[in-house]
Nanobody, 119 residues
Framework: QVQLVESGGGLVQAGGSLRLSCAAS????????MGWFRQAPGKEREFVAA????????NYANSVKGRFTISKDNAKNTVYLQMNTLKPEDTAVYYC????????????WGQGTQVTVSS
């Protein structure tokens, strides 16, 4: 079983920055991709960014390209999301998730961390 613990959320003014962290405790699991998703009030959960655990390749939602950066520390089993130039529309609960293998989806999810951007 994989446990994911997010941290780093909070309240920030528009134009500010936050850095989210997600630590994964792995027991017998592999990690193919780790990703960040978000869910704003009244909206569906949406993809934000993902990183491959071995190669480090990344992909981003168009809405965050150029502002957010996903990175990882394999030794710490931790993925980060650096969020710059935050906008009020980035306000959401942010979740990290693990995709264990190429044939699975994102099967493991953290509890979420609130990010609120004031205008």
């Amino acid at each position: 079983q994989v446990q994911l613990v997010e941290s780093g959320g909070g309240l920030v003014q528009a134009g500010g920055s936050l850095r989210l962290s997600c630590a994964a405790s792995r027991r017998t699991f592999s990690i193919y991709f780790m990703g960040w998703f978000r869910q704003a009030p009244g909206k569906e959960r949406e993809f934000v960014a993902a990183i491959s655990w071995s190669a480090g390749s990344t992909n981003y939602a168009n809405s965050v390209k150029g502002r957010f950066t996903i990175s990882k520390d394999n030794a710490k089993n931790t993925v980060y999301l650096q969020m710059n130039t935050l906008k009020p529309e980035d306000t959401a609960v942010y979740y990290c998730a693990v995709r264990p293998t190429v044939v699975t989806s994102y099967d493991y999810w953290g509890q979420g961390t609130q990010v609120t951007v004031s205008s």
